[in-house]
């Protein structure tokens, strides 16, 4: 069986980080893209997209922003699937016509989260999940005819929107990422709060996320069935399972 060939949009500042953990998990080859050295793509010739993380607002004035956004609304547009993940998510709801904003709180740490059971994305996943999360931005109002799929108590968590999902949380983090990003934030949020978090990140709270990863599995499944669809059925009129 041919593997999936991905675009990995890398918008971290810290991209090898990143790039390592989406490495391990995404059974497939990427095409890594820096997406804030204004990297992206030449076509839509993959297939399916994942969009990372960063330190960086989607409304601030850079001028990587916009192309990246655009980029992608256009590759969801052509069918392409997408996973944002937490910058990518607000990157996402933002390129298909939802909103995005500044938080009075800021979400860090292992967290628990609660998700529909209804959605390809989340299968064998509980719906009360345990996380990584760290974010002072949300999506405050979801795309025209997006499906709320997860949420706690700061907001929104992840959505659908035919092929594309968005997903405030980090699934693809391990452990040194975890302690790395946490202590990186002492200036936004405080030692004491810092401190605390640092406390909770124990190999029992990450075997707990790792039920998580689990939609890496399922996203590049769903690319699978959607390149196969493609390639063989499409003719035929046949359906690609939701």
């Known amino acids: 069986m041919t593997r999936l060939r991905l675009a990995l949009l890398n918008a971290a500042h810290d991209g090898a980080?990143?790039?390592?953990n989406f490495r391990r998990e995404l059974d497939a080859d990427l095409a890594e893209f820096n997406a804030n050295d204004q990297q992206l793509?030449?076509?839509f010739e993959f297939d399916g997209v994942v969009i990372t993380g960063s330190r960086s607002s989607v409304y601030w004035d850079e001028e990587w922003i916009d192309p990246l956004i655009d980029w992608t609304a256009e590759a969801a547009e052509r069918g392409l699937p997408i996973l944002g993940v937490c910058y990518g998510h607000q990157v996402l709801?933002?390129?298909?016509?939802?909103r995005v904003g500044g938080m009075d709180d800021f979400e860090i740490g292992y967290n628990q989260i609660s998700?529909?059971?209804d959605d390809a994305l989340f299968a064998g996943i509980d719906e009360e999940f345990t996380v990584f999360t760290t974010h002072g931005d949300a999506v405050?109002?979801?795309p025209p005819g997006a499906k709320l799929l997860a949420e706690n108590e700061f907001g929104v968590h992840a959505f659908r929107d035919g092929h594309c999902w968005g997903v405030q949380f980090h699934p693809e983090y391990d452990i040194e990422t975890a302690r790395t990003v946490t202590e990186g934030k002492r200036e936004r949020i405080g030692d004491e709060k810092v401190?605390?978090?640092?406390a909770g990140i124990t190999p029992e709270h990450y075997d707990a996320a790792c039920e998580a990863k689990t939609l890496f599995d399922n996203f590049t499944a769903y690319c699978r069935r959607v390149r196969d669809e493609a390639d063989g059925d499409a003719g035929e009129g046949a359906g690609v399972e939701a």
């Open 17 to 20: 980080n990143t790039a390592r």
């Open 41 to 43: 793509p030449d076509d």
């Open 93 to 98: 709801a933002e390129a298909l016509g939802g």
């Open 115 to 117: 998700h529909h059971g």
């Open 140 to 142: 405050v109002e979801l």
């Open 195 to 198: 401190d605390a978090v640092l």
